[in-house]
């Protein structure tokens, strides 16, 4: 292992940790931009009383509800009731939350950056190269994923870890002895066997369109265009795959149409009912993390990760519209050595711009979904899942192949159509 | 509407439907958001009609009934000439007078030494204020905010309500 595997592996780490309080400022952001937003939805104002009074009483659009509801709630009685197994009592939240974490691992938030050292003589770099000449480095060409590990078997992980999270449920709810954690967990592992299927099937149609199932080339393969226009976004070439997802993972992530296994009105509040104080909290943190994790997932599967539409570390490129404008060949890249360097840096800014844009769009849309559509009845979801859902992926994966295979047959009479 | 009635296929279809829900909270949501930002609040009327309290107080009526006054005249006396009229028509009985004889000169034979109305007793029917024949009693202060930190704190007395 040289320098380069050793800054590797440094950056993933980084990268990890960038992730972690990426993820965990989002969620304890969110929860505070739940409730505001479900006020606006109502005609209400929302949480907007709690206040630091230093200088004069700050209020911030309630902004420090998060910190006050974290202070009350890490102060609460840590209760186990009678009769519970203490021990899996106090696991399943550590593992609703760790698990729901360790899925952002495959999920790159910006693009590759290359960075050409031998390119750059030391002296033209402004402020660093008087600290570190080229020459005395000897840096290879070096490209950076943004990404905590590069997995070939990227979606299957996603999957595989994602399915894991039901286990928290499950735990929670069978080891609290109470009959509506119980009642919780079971509807739990029962909506579980209606979407999980579905969920992989709906995917199997992203990995035949994109030839891979390492997150980064899909991502990467969602770049390129169709007619020399539409970028290949997933919703675009899977727009079926789509839907029948964001249903399948509102089931996974136990959020509003699908939210059985908490179901407040039925069974108060389901799987984590028993749990109080700081367990209470990871339960319901894990369920934010689990709605980014979603959000996440739409935005790389569906709707180009980090892609800018038409924009990649090469240039700007519209083929049908004749517009393409190569980096290199500015006049301003070619005056300054570094000047490409420069160029790359800003796009992956935009990228992981676009990235977080995305994310968060993502976010406010599924935290609208839950204050827009009534709960699904329990058989209305199993129905749902085994009769509608999971025929639709098998006919989307048919659909799949047959785009695919006239792709390939006609790309290049439409390009002459077309004329790019 | 027979309960047993299929819906149609298109609404059976989920998706129109959960896409019109989605359109109206999102109406809603966009149109209460621009509503609040500074600038934009002129031209885009926002839905919320909440009265942030104790910070904004809803306008109250001329004619709403709040915690009694006694009017004076110029020199700062009471109008009051202890007739007893209000506290003879209390239904609540919760005004006590004592009358005393007024000094030489005053404008009227008599004043009241003491008048005391009990806000725990009363019952903010307005019959006193009504029963006043020299136009001494009135409840327009639109004070409802009473509170104090004892109960016989709400005995008001001559010098509290003469104002």
């Known amino acids: 292992m040289g320098l380069d595997g050793l800054l590797t592996i440094l950056l993933q780490c980084l990268w990890a940790i960038a992730w972690f309080l990426g993820v965990m400022s989002l969620a304890g952001l969110l929860t505070w931009e739940e409730r505001k937003q479900a006020s606006l939805i109502q005609d209400r104002i929302g949480p907007n009383r709690a206040n630091i009074r230093l200088f004069r009483n700050w209020r911030l659009f309630g902004l420090f509800h998060p910190i006050a509801d974290a202070v009350k709630s890490l102060f609460k009685e840590d209760f186990v009731p009678e009769g519970a197994d203490k021990i899996m009592h106090t696991l399943a939240p550590v593992i609703m939350l760790g698990l729901s974490f360790v899925v952002f691992a495959v999920m790159p938030f910006a693009g590759p950056l290359t960075i050409n050292w031998k390119d750059i003589p030391a002296e033209s770099i402004p402020l660093l190269g008087r600290f570190f000449p080229g020459d005395a480095l000897h840096l290879s060409d070096f490209t950076i994923t943004f990404q905590p590990a590069n997995l070939n078997v990227g979606i299957i992980f996603i999957l595989a870890m994602s399915s894991l999270l039901v286990y928290g449920v499950i735990m929670g709810g069978y080891s609290s002895n109470n009959k509506f954690s119980f009642l919780g967990a079971m509807r739990a592992t029962n909506q579980m066997f209606s979407y999980e299927i579905a969920l992989g099937l709906c995917l199997i149609g992203v990995i035949m369109m994109y030839g891979s199932t390492n997150v980064s080339a899909i991502v990467e393969r969602q770049g390129e265009l169709w007619f020399g226009i539409l970028p290949k976004w997933g919703v675009i070439t899977q727009p079926l795959a789509f839907i029948l997802f964001v249903a399948c993972g509102l089931m996974e992530i136990k959020r509003i149409p699908f939210d059985l296994p908490e179901g407040e009105s039925e069974i108060v509040a389901g799987y984590f009912l028993e749990y109080s104080g700081a367990k209470f909290v990871m339960f319901m943190f894990a369920e934010y993390v689990e709605l980014i994790l979603l959000a996440t997932l739409i935005t790389v599967l569906f709707f180009g990760g980090w892609q800018i539409p038409w924009v990649d570390a090469s240039g700007i490129r519209i083929p049908l519209l004749g517009i393409n404008l190569v980096w290199s060949e500015l006049a301003w890249v070619k005056e300054h050595s570094y000047g490409l360097m420069v160029i790359n840096f800003l796009v992956v800014l935009g990228q992981g711009a676009m990235f977080i844009a995305k994310l968060v769009f993502f976010c406010v849309a599924l935290i609208t979904t839950r204050w827009t559509w009534p709960r699904f009845r329990y058989d209305q979801v199993m129905r749902l899942g085994w009769r509608r859902v999971l025929p639709l992926a098998m006919v989307n994966i048919v659909l799949s192949g047959v785009v695919i295979l006239l792709e390939q047959k006609y790309k290049p009479m439409i390009q002459k159509l077309l004329g790019y | ?163």
């Open chain 2, 1 to 163: 509407m027979g309960a047993n009635k299929p819906h149609p296929n298109w609404v059976r279809l989920y998706l129109p439907e959960l896409l019109r829900g989605f359109y109206i909270t999102t109406k809603h949501l966009v149109v209460n958001f621009l509503g609040f930002l500074p600038g934009l609040n002129l031209l885009i009327k926002k839905q919320v009609e909440t009265i942030q309290y104790p910070e904004e107080e809803r306008p109250i009526s001329d004619r709403w009934r709040g915690r009694h006054r006694l009017n004076r005249r110029e020199d700062g006396s009471s109008k009051c000439v202890a007739c007893f009229c209000c506290a003879t028509v209390c239904p609540a009985q919760c005004i006590k007078i004592e009358a005393g004889e007024a000094p030489e000169g005053a404008p009227s034979e008599k004043y009241p030494v003491k008048f005391e109305v009990n806000l725990f007793e009363c019952v903010f029917c307005g019959l006193c204020v009504e029963a006043c024949p020299c136009d001494a009693l009135y409840m327009d202060t639109k004070d409802m905010k009473i509170s104090q930190y004892s109960p016989d704190k709400f005995v008001f007395t001559l010098k509290e309500l003469i104002r």
